[in-house]
Nanobody
Framework: QVQLVESGGGLVQAGGSLRLSCAASGRTFSRYAMGWFRQAPGKERELVAAVSWSGGVTYYADSVKGRFTISRDNAKNTVFLQMNSLKPEDTAVYCC????????????????????WGQGTQVTVSS
């Protein structure tokens, strides 16, 4: 069993930055691909960014490329999402999730591949 706890959300003005953290319990964190999903009211959940458990492969949604950066620190069982140049349309609940089935250099986009989920953290970007 893996527990994920997000932190770092909040209210920020457009153009600002936030850094989300996701702390994981369990000794096998380093073998899980990790993803950050977001869901805004009335919209479907979408994968924002993901990183392979090797750390060498990343994925970004087109809407966040060049603005968001995902990284992981396996020694600290933590994955991060650095969000820069935030826009009002980035407003959503952001959740981290763990995919225990992905090979070391693979990231998967479908939410069904992710077995463990955090509770989420609210990010609100004002215009």
């Amino acid at each position: 069993q893996v527990q994920l706890v997000e932190s770092g959300g909040g209210l920020v003005q457009a153009g600002g930055s936030l850094r989300l953290s996701c702390a994981a319990s369990g000794r096998t964190f380093s073998r899980y691909a990790m993803g950050w999903f977001r869901q805004a009211p009335g919209k479907e959940r979408e994968l924002v960014a993901a990183v392979s458990w090797s750390g060498g492969v990343t994925y970004y949604a087109d809407s966040v490329k060049g603005r968001f950066t995902i990284s992981r620190d396996n020694a600290k069982n933590t994955v991060f999402l650095q969000m820069n140049s935030l826009k009002p349309e980035d407003t959503a609940v952001y959740c981290c999730a763990a995919d225990p089935g992905a090979p070391p250099t693979v990231v998967r986009a479908h939410p069904g591949a992710y077995k463990y989920w955090g509770q989420g953290t609210q990010v609100t970007v004002s215009s």
